[in-house]
C-alpha cells in the first residue's frame, strides 16, 4: 500500500469524526471502502498520534489543544465554504485594500476573489491563501515574515501581530477556531487570539467567516464576542439570543444556505 494512500484515508477519518462525533470502526470501513482490519490499523496509529480515542466500540477525536490538519479540514464543508466566498465576494468591491488571515475558508474566499476581483492589495499570513492569489488580475500581495508554522504554512505570534499593525485596509477577513453557544469567539491558543485580534485591527470593516461546524466547538481560547464584528458570514443558525444581539450591535450576519449560492441578493440576513 502506498503511503500516499494510507495519509489520504487518515485524512479521511478525521474529516468523517467531525462531521459525525462518533464512528465505529465498522461504519468508518464501510464509508471509506476498505476493510475493518485496515481502518483498526489506522485507528491505532492516529490513537497513538493522540488523535482520536477509542472506546466502546467506537471512535471519536480528542479534545483539541490545536486545529486537525490542513489537509484534511480543507475537506470539510467544502460547498459551504464556496458558499460563503461568494458572499465574501459581493462585499469587495476591485482595487479594495484587504487583509486576509488564515485558515481553509478564508483560502477559499481569496480563491474566489482571485478569479472575480482585479486590482486588489492583500496582506496576509498565510501562504495557502497568497499561493491561492496567483492568478489575480493585478493584484499586489504583501506576505508576513516570521517563523512559519509548517503544518498549516502561516505566520502567527509577534511577528504577524507587528506585520498587520502597518497597514490601514479596507475590509479584513478572518476566521475563528468556534464560537459558543453564548456567542463568545474562541480559538485553539493565544497566538491565534492575537493575529485574529491584530487582523480586525489593521481594517475599516471586520468579516468573520465561519462554517457550521465551528458553532459550538469547546476550545479554551477565549476573546471577543461575534456581534463586535462588522459582519458575520456562516452557513451556522446561531441561536436567537445571538442573532439580536448581533442587531442590536449592528452586525451584519449573512447566512448562507446549502443549496443556494450566496450573494447579497439571495443570502439570508439575519
Do not use: W
Given at each position: 500500500?502506498?503511503?500516499?494512500?494510507?495519509?489520504?484515508?487518515?485524512?479521511?477519518?478525521?474529516?468523517?469524526?467531525?462531521?459525525?462525533?462518533?464512528?465505529?470502526?465498522?461504519?468508518?470501513?464501510?464509508?471509506l471502502g476498505v476493510?475493518?482490519?485496515?481502518?483498526?490499523?489506522?485507528l491505532r496509529q492516529l490513537d497513538e498520534a493522540a488523535l482520536v480515542q477509542r472506546r466502546n466500540g467506537g471512535v471519536r477525536l480528542r479534545q483539541p489543544s490545536e486545529n486537525?490538519?490542513?489537509?484534511?479540514?480543507?475537506?470539510?464543508?467544502?460547498?459551504e465554504k464556496q458558499q460563503i466566498a461568494m458572499a465574501v465576494r459581493d462585499l469587495v468591491p476591485n482595487g479594495a485594500r484587504i487583509a486576509l488571515g488564515t485558515g481553509t475558508t478564508v483560502e477559499t474566499c481569496a480563491r474566489m476573489l482571485a478569479a472575480s476581483r482585479a486590482d486588489l492589495f492583500i496582506a496576509t499570513n498565510s501562504i495557502h491563501a497568497?499561493?491561492?492569489?496567483?492568478?489575480?488580475?493585478?493584484a499586489e500581495v504583501v506576505l508576513s515574515g516570521g517563523t512559519l508554522r509548517l503544518r498549516d504554512l502561516d505566520?502567527?505570534?509577534?511577528?504577524?501581530?507587528?506585520?498587520?499593525?502597518?497597514?490601514?485596509?479596507d475590509l479584513a477577513v478572518f476566521s475563528c477556531g468556534g464560537l459558543s453557544p453564548c456567542g463568545a469567539v474562541l480559538d485553539y491558543n493565544t497566538e491565534e487570539v492575537a493575529a485574529r485580534s491584530a487582523i480586525a485591527a489593521c481594517a475599516r470593516r471586520t468579516v468573520l467567516v465561519m462554517d457550521a461546524s465551528k458553532l459550538g466547538k469547546a476550545l479554551p481560547c477565549r476573546k471577543g464576542m461575534v456581534w463586535e464584528?462588522?459582519?458575520?458570514?456562516?452557513?451556522?443558525?446561531?441561536?436567537?439570543d445571538v442573532q439580536q444581539q448581533c442587531r442590536a450591535s449592528g452586525c451584519e450576519v449573512?447566512?448562507?444556505?446549502?443549496?443556494?449560492?450566496?450573494?447579497?441578493?439571495?443570502?439570508?440576513?439575519?
Open positions: 500500500m502506498r503511503k500516499e494512500d494510507m495519509t489520504r484515508r487518515r485524512d479521511a477519518i478525521i474529516a468523517l469524526l467531525c462531521e459525525a462525533e462518533e464512528l465505529s470502526a465498522a461504519a468508518l470501513a464501510a464509508r476493510s475493518v482490519q485496515t481502518i483498526r490499523s489506522d486537525i490538519g490542513y489537509a484534511p479540514r480543507a475537506s470539510l464543508a467544502r460547498a497568497a499561493i491561492a492569489l496567483q492568478s489575480a488580475e493585478g505566520v502567527i505570534g509577534a511577528a504577524s501581530v507587528t506585520f498587520f499593525s502597518s497597514f490601514l485596509v464584528y462588522d459582519v458575520v458570514v456562516t452557513g451556522a443558525d446561531l441561536p436567537e449573512i447566512r448562507v444556505g446549502p443549496d443556494r449560492a450566496a450573494t447579497n441578493s439571495d443570502a439570508e440576513h439575519v
